[in-house]
């Protein structure tokens, strides 16, 4: 059991966070094929979203709108090069490294 000091402690820590970007994240991934897709990324970077569709067993189209919602919450980045589209993991977010961390585990 806490006693009152811990128990302040632990209130103003919890109460300081901002956890919106964590709660996205978890959103994002808590579907199947987009774990599996963050997974396909964590291993290879400078995707295709073909490569990714194939990689994962579902249409392009689908693998289009998994990325939508990982890029919308920063887990993923686009590159634009020419007509082709490519994407990955942004290595430099401390956030997604350390999802990162935790995936690879």
Do not use: W
């Amino acid at each position: 059991m806490l006693t009152p000091k811990e128990h302040k402690k632990l209130e103003k820590y919890v109460k300081g966070m901002d956890v919106r970007r964590m709660a996205a994240a978890f959103d994002a991934l808590g579907e199947p094929n987009r774990c599996l897709i963050f997974r396909a990324l964590l291993k290879h970077d400078n995707v295709i979203v073909s490569q990714l569709a194939a990689a994962v067993g579902i249409s392009e189209s689908l693998a289009s709108q998994h990325l939508k919602v990982l890029l919308n919450a920063d887990l993923v980045e686009r590159i634009k090069s020419g007509k082709k589209v490519y994407y990955r993991i942004d290595r430099s977010d401390p956030f997604v490294k350390a999802l990162e961390n935790a995936v690879e585990t």
